[in-house]
């Protein structure tokens, strides 16, 4: 089992920058478990934003944020962080960490998941 606890959300303007924490524990190592971003704005499915493999070597990012968020992840504190900058308001969801064994922007493929923190950018 894993617990996954996501912080650093808040409303924001439109081209500021914002960082997302997500905190694991449980009795699985943290560093055999992919880990992933999502968000879910209101009326719409949960979107891949963001992934990093167990090492932190590989990385993926939906178009919609490639070039504006980065993802990366210290094994050491059991924590992945998401980097956004140049937030827009379409940027605005709740955002949620993931945790999963596959290497995919699926969130089938997410067996544990954080309870999602707001992030809201105004114009």
């Known amino acids: 089992q894993v617990q996954l606890v996501e912080s650093g959300g808040g409303l924001v303007q439109a081209g500021d920058s914002l960082r997302l924490s997500c905190v694991a524990s449980?009795?699985?190592?943290?560093?055999?478990?992919?880990m992933g971003w999502f968000r879910q704005a209101p009326g719409t499915e949960r979107e891949f934003v963001a992934l990093?493999?167990?090492?932190?070597?590989?990385?993926l990012f939906a178009d919609t944020v490639k070039g504006r968020f980065t993802i990366s992840r210290d094994n050491a504190k059991n924590m992945v962080y998401l980097e956004m900058n140049r937030l827009k308001p379409e940027d605005t969801a709740v955002y949620y960490c993931a945790a999963g064994r596959k290497l995919s922007t699926s969130t089938s493929h997410y067996n544990y998941w954080g309870q999602g923190t707001q992030v809201t950018v105004s114009s």
């Open positions: 990093v493999s167990e090492s932190g070597g590989s990385t």
């Open positions: 449980g009795r699985t190592y943290f560093g055999a478990l992919n």
